[in-house]
């Protein structure tokens, strides 16, 4: 639904959209488990049918080259993520409605004195895709494995009791956010949906409509347009019952406390403005720590252009995208990192600036760091140290900006270092990315788990990016636990979530050192070459088409003409 009339009208046609809502609410209780599956699974086809619609929408107010491999990025981060997620709650669904736990089936394990739940592979697709990925949800202290299997579930434990209608405040960067918290909203909390669209992603509403059309038809969902005010006027709403926001901590701020000395006012006093409950993904400042080893020529350079992956992925408009690159100022090949870092940085593919602001937040940089170096549009300041490192930790830049600090000490007087910063200094606990040599593991031993422990982050990634965690359709997305709406820094709560497991603390994910054939020549028996989502992947849109087709309708006959794309990359 676009909203641009007159405000009489604007407010009329939300609270049209809102009351459509509230009726589709009733029907919402009366549908089984097992017909909310069989919605997911259409809606899972259809992600499918109409993804060459989405990611040209999104190719469009990206301003990609529809020629370029980096359109990739928007089959890959868009209805494959979409279509991942959808099936993975179809099936969980599919196991409540049989009266089984969605973690029956499940791998537990234990790290950190907690119970892990394995999320990734759980499928022989998985492992032959993703091979030597693997990704674990470690749960709460003090919460077993038969809790778990009993919690796992979440609302649709119960789903004839629904909870009201929640407002999804979109994202305007990655397009499978908005429709993936639609999903969440939906089923972990038996909710209805508004969706806001964020206005820079106004040209993904058809393509959006289409996809999610199974849950628009019953009254379930809604898909609005327009302004901020558009927004301020759903979350304000007094049929509204619960507000999701994917952005800045800034807006939601905003959203929760309001503006200028009435905000602080409120704040100071503990009176928010917003009178429901809120949940959020809001970002930060994402580390990548580099632990000192024995590295190859050829593993300098992998490193180096998985590195520039994490920060210039989608032009660096991500909510997780690496900003500061945390090393060893007495590593005896810092200086050799730095040669490959600073050539893959220059090397990765241009683009335009497409979302608002950029280059303001890139001139801020070069204004606090003059010494930064400059490549195509794109910051990277090698070697700060000390006070010279704040405000790099302490701004978001969401923009194209890498700035690498320097600690001193080796081994586990690194490590300790490295996570003090890390948990101490930088703003936000969204992800934290971790990459070390295998033997580098090996030795540390319990120091290396212990470094794992100590990262107070909703997703660590080791020898991976976080971004890999998100893709992880049944692996949690969100903040570390226990932020408060006055001090909210990376969020309240998770989505994603497919198995819906209760009280989830962090997602781990590891990955390879190197990509095949060198992981399988070195022992890692991983077959993964370079990942699709890397920049630098030439086949990365074939790739990821194939991706998203397979992700729509799963089967082995689709798996050779990914294989044979994915090789070439």
């Known amino acids: 639904m676009t909203i641009n009339d007159s405000p009489t009208d604007l407010w009329g046609a939300v609270d049209a959209a809102l009351s459509a809502l509230a009726e589709g609410e009733k029907i919402w209780a009366t549908i089984s488990l097992a017909a909310r599956a069989e919605l997911l699974g259409r809606v899972r086809e259809r992600t499918a049918q109409f993804a060459g619609k989405w990611v040209d929408a999104a190719v469009r107010y990206k301003r990609l080259d529809p020629g370029t491999a980096l359109v990739g990025e928007e089959w890959i981060s868009g209805p494959y993520a979409m279509a991942s997620g959808a099936g993975a709650l179809e099936r969980s669904l599919l196991a409540l409605a049989a009266g089984r736990s969605p973690l029956e089936k499940a791998h537990f394990g234990t790290a950190g004195g907690r119970t892990t739940v394995r999320v990734l592979p759980t499928s022989v697709f998985d492992t032959l895709l993703l091979s030597g990925f693997s990704a674990e949800v470690w749960l709460q202290p003090g919460i077993g494995p038969a809790e778990a299997i009993r919690a796992a579930g979440l609302a649709q434990l119960d789903p004839i009791h629904t909870h009201g209608i929640g407002v999804v405040l979109g994202a305007g960067n990655i397009t ?133 992956t994490q920060r210039l992925h989608n032009g660096g408009y991500n909510c997780v995208a690496a900003q500061a690159v945390v090393i060893s100022a007495d590593w005896d090949q810092k200086d050799d990192f730095l040669r490959e870092l600073r050539a893959a940085y220059q090397a990765a593919p241009s683009r335009v600036a497409y979302y608002p602001g950029s280059d303001d937040r890139v001139a801020a940089a070069e204004s606090t760091y003059p010494s930064a170096e400059h490549f195509g549009g794109r910051v990277l300041m090698p070697g700060l140290r000390g006070d010279r490192t704040e405000t790099l930790l302490q701004t978001e830049y969401f923009a194209p900006v890498l700035g690498v600090v320097e600690l001193s000490g080796l081994g586990r007087d690194f490590t300790r270092a490295a996570a003090a910063v890390a948990n101490d200094e930088f703003v936000g606990t969204l992800g934290v990315n971790v990459i070390a040599h295998p033997a580098t593991i090996r030795a540390m031993g319990a120091a290396f788990d212990d470094l794992i422990e100590q990262l107070h982050y909703g997703t660590i990634a080791i020898n991976a990016w976080t971004g890999a965690g998100f893709l992880t359709a049944a692996a949690t997305w969100g903040a570390y636990p226990g932020h408060t709406i006055d001090d909210v820094q990376s969020g309240i709560g998770v989505v994603h979530n497919a198995f819906l497991i209760d009280r989830p603390e962090r997602t781990v994910v590891r990955g390879p050192f190197r990509p095949a054939p060198r992981s399988v020549l070195h022992g890692e028996w991983s077959l993964t070459p370079k990942p699709p989502w890397f920049v630098n992947n030439t086949t990365a849109a074939t790739t990821g088409r194939r991706l998203a087709a397979f992700a729509g309708a799963p089967g082995w006959g689709k798996l050779p003409a990914i294989f044979a794309s994915a090789l070439r990359g």
């Open 176 to 308: 499978s956010i908005a429709p993936l918290d639609v999903l969440y909203e939906l089923i972990a909390h038996n909710r209805v949906v508004a969706l806001k669209l964020n206005p820079i992603t106004d040209p993904m509403l058809e393509p959006l409509t289409d996809v999610l059309e199974p849950f628009i038809a019953i009254g379930a969902v809604r898909i609005l347009t327009g302004a901020a005010d558009v927004g301020e006027y759903l979350v304000q709403h007094p049929d509204v019952a619960h507000v999701h926001m994917t952005g800045s901590a800034a807006t939601h701020d905003a959203i929760v406390w309001g503006h200028g000395e009435d905000a602080a006012t409120r704040k100071a006093a503990g009176r928010p403005r917003l009178d429901k409950p809120i949940t959020s993904e809001l970002g930060g400042v994402s580390p990548t720590i580099v632990l000192p080893g024995r590295w190859s020529k050829a593993d300098l350079r992998f490193q180096a252009d998985h590195i520039v």
